[in-house]
């Protein structure tokens, strides 16, 4: 059973580029999350999806951040016009349910650099 | 306002001896616990979890205690392994909220020989 897949694990951007991170749940997940981690940070949750459905987005910046998780397919991540404060480490973690206090499933992460 | 704090950033133990890490949280709210070990270039792996109607939860060489009046978690690594030697995350969250989880800032264990 494969484990939570992110690609690209690492992904270079020009200021005001777009950048686009994917994650694949693990088989049988239905429930996604986003966390960034700055560095010598812990790690910040971001935003919380079910197929088709954002649950929670309260720690997605209010600008040029997005995110979907469609019916088929990986989840995405998008960030318009990246700025050098986005540089980060974007983890993506799955969970079978939505169930509080389950365990979530971290990916590899990717680590993006803006320039 | 940090809601979770890891106030050592970095713990140095002699194999075989016990590692305890610290967290402290805020929020009476919060009612689950959880720890999460992260190597470099990986993400977080779950180590061991705990609910607030329990004060002790234990398995194999990890131990998670719970102390709410003191709003204060911690883990016990008994005993240490050279290959314990990561980065361990706190991590809280409230039953009602679903699955958001938030972190503390970590701390880098070093388990020598």
């Known amino acids: 059973n494969a484990g939570v897949m992110q690609n690209p694990r690492h992904l270079v951007r020009r200021r005001g580029q777009e950048a686009r991170l994917r994650c694949s749940p693990m088989k049988g997940h239905s429930h996604v999350y986003w966390y960034r981690q700055l560095p010598e940070e812990g790690l910040k949750f971001m935003v919380y999806l079910q197929k088709e459905n954002i649950i929670d987005e309260s720690g997605m910046p209010k600008e040029r951040f997005s995110a979907e998780f469609p019916k088929e397919g990986p989840s995405i991540l998008r960030i318009q016009q990246v700025v050098r404060g986005d540089s980060a480490a974007y983890f993506c973690?799955?969970?079978?349910?939505?169930?509080?206090?389950?365990?979530?499933?971290f990916g590899p992460g990717t680590r993006l650099t803006v320039t | 306002d940090q809601q979770v704090k890891q106030n050592s950033p970095s713990l140095s133990v002699q194999e075989g001896r016990i590692s305890i890490l610290n967290c402290d949280y805020t929020n009476s709210m919060f009612d689950y616990f959880l720890w999460y070990k992260k190597y470099p270039a990986e993400g977080p792996t779950f180590l061991i979890s705990i609910s607030s109607i329990k004060d002790k939860n234990e398995d194999g060489r990890f131990t998670v205690f719970l102390n709410k009046s003191a709003k204060h978690l911690s883990l016990h690594i008994v005993p240490s392994q050279p290959g314990d030697s990561a980065v361990y995350f706190c991590?809280?969250?409230?039953?009602?909220?679903?699955?958001?989880?938030?972190f503390g800032q970590g701390t880098e264990l070093s388990v020598k020989p």
């Open positions: 973690a799955s969970s079978p349910l939505g169930a509080p206090g389950q365990e979530q499933y």
């Open positions: 991590a809280v969250g409230i039953y009602n909220q679903g699955g958001k989880l938030i």
